[in-house]
C-alpha cells in the first residue's frame, strides 16, 4: 500500500514512509490507551465506540488476555495483538482468543469485577462511569447487559495484526460464515506510517464482509427491541408464554414511569422502569428467552 500526502502549498506529492510496530506491546498499549480508535460498530452495528480497556487481565489457567474493552451498553471486546513476524499470527491465535472468550463465558459479573479492581484498584463501572460521554449511561443496564454477555458468550473476538496474512483472514471468514457464533470474529490490521512529524494509522477490518446469518435478523443486530419484534421472536421459543409477557408488559405500562426495551444482538429484553426520589429502579426483565430476570443484585445498592 501507498500513501501520499502533500501540504496546499506543495507543489508535489510526498510518499509516507511506513512506520512498522519494533514490538507487539506497541501496537497493544497504542490501542489499550485509545480504544475507541477501533470502529466496534463496523464490526457490530449499534455496539457503540469502546469507553474503556484493561491490559493484561488474568483469566486463570488461560493466561493473560492483551487487552478486554467494553461499550457503554456492556458489549465485551476481547483484543490480541500480534506482529506479521510472529508465527503464531496464523492458526495459532485463533485457538489463543477461543481459549480466551471460553474462560469469560459463563463468568459471573461479579467475577469478572474482581479481576478488574485487581488490575485497576477500581470497579469497572467507575472505570466506565468516568470515561463516558454518554449523559444517559446507566451503570445498571450496563452491569445487566455485561452480565448476559457473559453467560451466552456474546463477545466481540479481535486478532489485532500490523498485517494480515491471507490464511488468518480466511479462517476468520470460514468461521464467521459456516455457523451461528454468538461472538463476532474478526481481524483488524493497523497499520502505521509517518511523515516528517506526523503519524497516520490506516484502520482495516477483515472476516465481516459476509457475514448475514444472525441468528436473530429481528434484532436488526444492535437496534432496539419493540413490541413488534420481541414478540415473535418469543413465540419462536414458547408460544404459551406470549400472553403472559404482553400481561406484564401491560401491567408494567400502566404501573410504571417507562419502559426500556434492549439492543442485545441474539436476545430481546423489556424492563419497566419505576423512578423515586430522582432514582431510577429497575425491578425485572422480560426475555424472549421466555425467562423473568430478577435484579436483587441491584436492589443491595439501591433503598
Request: some cysteine.
Amino acid at each position: 500500500m501507498k500513501i501520499l500526502i502533500k501540504q496546499k502549498s506543495d507543489k508535489k506529492w510526498n510518499l509516507v514512509e511506513s512506520n512498522d510496530y519494533g514490538q507487539e506491546i506497541e501496537l497493544q498499549k497504542l490501542l489499550a490507551e485509545s480504544p475507541e480508535i477501533i470502529s466496534i460498530n463496523e464490526i457490530r452495528p449499534g455496539a457503540g465506540p469502546l469507553e474503556t480497556s484493561i491490559r493484561e487481565i488474568s483469566l486463570g489457567n488461560s493466561g493473560s488476555l492483551d487487552i478486554l474493552a467494553f461499550t457503554a451498553l456492556g458489549d465485551i471486546a476481547v483484543i490480541e495483538c500480534k506482529l506479521a513476524t510472529n508465527t503464531e499470527v496464523r492458526r495459532k491465535v485463533i485457538g489463543q482468543i477461543l481459549d480466551y472468550a471460553s474462560a469469560l463465558w459463563e463468568m459471573t459479573y461479579e467475577e469478572l469485577d474482581e479481576q478488574v479492581f485487581a488490575k485497576e484498584h477500581t470497579t469497572l463501572v467507575e472505570l466506565i462511569g468516568q470515561r463516558t460521554q454518554q449523559p444517559d449511561w446507566d451503570p445498571d443496564i450496563f452491569r445487566s447487559n455485561v452480565s448476559r454477555n457473559l453467560q451466552i458468550g456474546s463477545f466481540i473476538l479481535i486478532i489485532v495484526v500490523n498485517e494480515i496474512n491471507e490464511e488468518l483472514h480466511q479462517i476468520i471468514r470460514f468461521m464467521n460464515n459456516a455457523g451461528s457464533p454468538s461472538f463476532s470474529l474478526c481481524a483488524l490490521e493497523m497499520r502505521r506510517f509517518q511523515h516528517s512529524e506526523s503519524e497516520m494509522l490506516v484502520p482495516h477490518v477483515f472476516g465481516i464482509e459476509n457475514r448475514s446469518n444472525s441468528k436473530t435478523p429481528s434484532s436488526n443486530l444492535g437496534d432496539r427491541w419493540s413490541e413488534e419484534t420481541f414478540f415473535p421472536e418469543l413465540e419462536k421459543k414458547n408460544p404459551s408464554t406470549v400472553q403472559v409477557a404482553k400481561d406484564i408488559l401491560r401491567w408494567s405500562t400502566q404501573k410504571c414511569e417507562s419502559i426500556w426495551w434492549g439492543q442485545g444482538r441474539t436476545m430481546g429484553s423489556f424492563v419497566p422502569i419505576i423512578f423515586h426520589k430522582n432514582k431510577q429502579y429497575y425491578p425485572f426483565a422480560i426475555w424472549t428467552t421466555d425467562s423473568v430476570e430478577i435484579y436483587f443484585q441491584h436492589y443491595l445498592k439501591k433503598p
